[in-house]
């Protein structure tokens, strides 16, 4: 799987404001240029990569162990994104008998798929208490903010 940014742009969100009849229900809207990225390929490996074709109609695929962050320094080689930036997660098939090792993979041939309805915006804040707590309660790395295995909210 590779993390593909959307945009060129910096995103930002315009929260509701309750103003009677021009009230603006806010959203997510261009900023500024995108920063520079200077981190490569957003590539996460599938555990069970390499395997053949009948492998993968077999068995459900999970990308559940896939971790994100903003830590440009990252020595556990997850997927370094920009927060504030929009990216969609693209599947990788690649058509190959014989490759020794991972970079040789690129060398055959491919099929790529994305689907829109799975672009995100990345943030490292929420301004939402309600936010706040549905990551924590869901998000299997949050474990540092919950009590004994339970969230703080509950």
């Not at 060129?8 to 009677?20: L, P």
């Not at 706040?132 to 509950?154: D, H, V, Y």
Request: proline letters at 6%; a positive charge; charged letters at 20%.
């Amino acid at each position: 799987m590779e993390i593909a940014p959307v945009s060129d742009r910096r995103h930002k969100y315009c929260g509701y404001q309750n103003g009677g009849k021009n009230s603006n229900m806010g959203g997510w809207s261009f900023a500024e240029p995108a920063e520079p990225q200077p981190f490569g390929y957003r590539i996460y490996k599938h555990p069970e990569s390499p395997a053949t074709g009948s492998h993968w109609m077999e068995n459900p695929i999970s990308f559940n162990k896939l971790k994100l962050t903003n830590n440009i320094n990252d020595p556990n080689n997850n997927v370094v994104l920009t927060s504030m930036h929009k990216y969609v997660p693209r599947i990788w098939i690649v058509r190959c008998f014989d490759a020794k090792n991972y970079n040789e993979l690129f060398t055959h041939p491919t099929a790529l798929f994305a689907f829109k309805e799975t672009e995100f915006i990345t943030v490292t804040a929420y301004q939402n208490e309600n936010i706040t707590k549905l990551k924590i309660n869901n998000n299997l790395f949050a474990k540092g903010f919950r009590e004994m295995g339970q969230s703080r909210f509950k």
